[in-house]
């Protein structure tokens, strides 16, 4: 049995007002989780005490949701509680716990910002210093988008391919850009990369597509461009962005902004395992040195350098592991909320 949880709030204790609020609080809902009639085994409503003019179930009932049992409660008076609420369980036998989203309207919102506010992360920080991983770990836990911003450098190189344009040639990639037609949807957990309206998702891990991304990406008007569909993407869906500059210049609104960083060593330690792991052979004081040297790189490059925006919270991984990194982050994101 799933649960999904909505709450709903209303301007007066009248019959118009609860009639209207729980009906548009059942029908996002059921939008939201593709939800079919057959899908519902009971709907319980609790409701503050203020509201006892009309009962949400009868609301419920008159405007169609009748298929199901209707259940509903007096919550125990709260000091400080939302007044003039009415919330929601519907049991259902979906089993995808995952795709569940819960719904908070009007008033309620205030109950899960997480959830009813859009959540941009940026992190940023050095080579090594797991921001990456950290990223994909915090989008699947709050089940949202890690916006791979990589995939995107990928298919304009595509786009440049296919349309038979050197991807250093800078006259002939600028034009190109003025009718990129490049989208990003989030589906069943994963980032899908639409080009001229095909997903291209696996055409551009292509090893000829990654030759070309590191060329076209080093264009000014390309990054410029990237940038700017970062942010719409940004403003029309909550994301988890890592980089370089996300917090200083891609999204400097974000609310929860993170720099993570470690020590040079330890981040040299951690390569040379993985590419141990992979069997090759390196020589650690020279694998040390070129994180070293990409360091100062990164930090002193003209455009899109890497930066600790002023209101981001620095994480030291040094001494922690991906759990602890996690369980830092949601820490800070929970207490803005």
């Known amino acids: 049995m799933t649960v999904i949880r909505g709450a709903t709030t209303i301007e007066k204790d009248c019959k118009e007002e609860i009639s209207a609020a729980v009906k548009e609080l059942l029908d996002e809902v059921f939008s939201a989780n593709s939800l079919q009639k057959e899908d519902v085994s009971a709907f319980v409503f609790s409701l503050t005490s203020d509201v006892h003019s009309y009962h949400p179930a009868k609301a419920a009932r008159e405007c ?20 003039l609420c009415i919330r929601l369980m519907l049991l259902t036998e979906l089993a995808s716990k995952n795709a569940v989203k819960h719904i908070y309207q009007r008033g309620a919102k205030v109950l899960r910002k997480d959830i009813s506010e859009r959540l941009n992360i940026a992190l940023d920080g050095p080579a090594g210093s797991g ?105 029309s869906m909550s994301c988890v962005l890592d980089g370089r500059d996300i917090g200083s210049a891609v999204l400097p609104d974000a609310k929860y902004k993170f720099f993570i960083t470690a020590d040079s060593k330890v981040r040299a330690t951690r390569r040379f395992k993985e590419l141990a792991e992979r069997g090759e052979t390196v020589d650690f004081e020279k694998l040390h040195a070129e994180i070293v040297a990409r360091d100062k790189q990164d930090s002193e490059r003209e455009f899109s350098p890497l930066v600790c925006a002023e209101d981001a919270i620095v994480i030291d991984t040094s001494e922690l592991d991906i759990d602890g990194v996690v369980a830092a982050i949601k820490k800070q994101i929970q207490s803005k909320i």
Request: charged share 30%.
């Open 64 to 83: 169609g949701y009748d298929f199901a049992p209707l259940f509903a409660a007096i919550e125990p008076e709260i000091d400080g509680g939302l007044k």
């Open 131 to 235: 921001k990456s991983t950290v990223a994909k770990i915090l989008a699947k836990d709050y089940n949202i988008l890690y916006l791979d911003t990589g995939a995107m450098y990928r298919a304009c190189a595509l786009k440049a391919l296919r349309s038979g344009i050197n991807p250093k040639d800078v006259v002939a990639v600028e034009k190109m850009l003025l009718d990129l037609d490049l989208k990003v949807e989030y589906k069943e957990g994963k980032q899908h990369t639409i080009l001229d309206g095909e997903d291209v998702s696996s055409a551009i891990r292509e090893n000829a597509v990654s030759m070309a991304a590191s060329n076209i990406s080093a264009h000014h008007a390309v990054r410029v461009k990237m940038v700017e569909m970062q942010r719409e993407i940004a403003k």
